[in-house]
């Protein structure tokens, strides 16, 4: 892995078309030609980038081609990619590895830069009253839930799953109890810390936020339905903004 790093999460880009949705790709696609002239770095996903992302049979869901063509050209100039599973893509079993070359990881991401210890989490679940959601999580990402899921045909499995893509306002509750979640991951990252990690950085939850402790740093990655959140990581320290102001950056 090289540096600069470049992190984005819970992008939600959705199965079906539409002209908000073209717009949202689009700033993405602006991103990634910024980050190509820089000439080297590392992509980081901390998950969510698909609202659903299911392979069977070595089927995918329809409507990512562009995506997919991005990540891939991306990765072609010279840009190493690492994938976080998230809560709505978990379920890849060799695609995006096979045909993007994108290192897929199903759980936490951890790394050294400049002498600091990273770990990147998707997050869900960290939050202290989650009990009912950690157990579901543990049932969904089941082999049996799996096995019993590729049988359904995916021609509606998939059309199913597209139904339940939820719009960019049915995401926003997480706004309203920030306060519950600032603390919940803070005690999360001081737990971290104190396994001597140096920056913990969490998606999930669409806040965006860095909060540092001394010498130590919790950032929340924000997301790409109204933020459109970009955080970047290298010798200097940890920068986050928005696309537009991430493009005036470099």
Do not use: C
């Not at 989490?121 to 202290?128: A, E, M, N």
């Not at 396994?195 to 001394?214: A, T």
């Not at 924000?222 to 102001?245: E, I, M, P, R, S």
């Amino acid at each position: 892995m090289k540096a600069p790093y470049y992190i984005v999460s819970d992008n939600h880009f959705m199965m079906q078309n539409s002209t908000s949705e073209s717009d949202r790709r689009d700033k993405l696609f602006q991103v990634f030609n910024t980050i190509k002239k820089g000439g080297e770095g590392t992509l980081i996903i901390g998950g969510d980038f698909f609202d659903f992302w299911f392979e069977t049979n070595h089927v995918i869901p329809k409507g990512y081609e562009n995506l997919l063509q991005a990540l891939e050209e991306l990765n072609n100039s010279g840009i190493e990619i690492h994938f976080i599973a998230g809560n709505h893509d978990y379920w890849d079993f060799g695609y995006l590895n096979k045909v993007v070359n994108i290192n897929f990881h199903k759980g936490d991401f951890l790394f050294d830069n400049n002498n600091q210890k990273i770990l990147i989490t998707h997050g869900d679940g960290l939050l202290k009253n989650d009990y009912g959601y950690r157990f579901m999580k543990k049932i969904i990402r089941s082999s049996i839930f799996i096995n019993l899921f590729k049988l359904i045909p995916h021609e509606i499995s998939f059309k199913y799953a597209n139904k339940l893509s939820k719009s960019s306002s049915a995401y926003n509750h997480n706004d309203d109890y920030v306060d519950r979640i600032i603390n919940d991951i803070s005690e999360f990252a001081k737990k971290q810390w104190n396994n001597n990690i140096d920056i913990v950085m969490v998606g999930h939850y669409h806040q965006e936020k860095i909060i540092s402790e001394k010498n130590k740093k919790l950032v929340f990655l924000g997301d790409w339905l109204g933020k459109f959140t970009v955080t970047l990581l290298n010798d200097n320290g940890v920068w986050q903004g928005n696309w537009k102001q991430f493009i005036e950056l470099s």
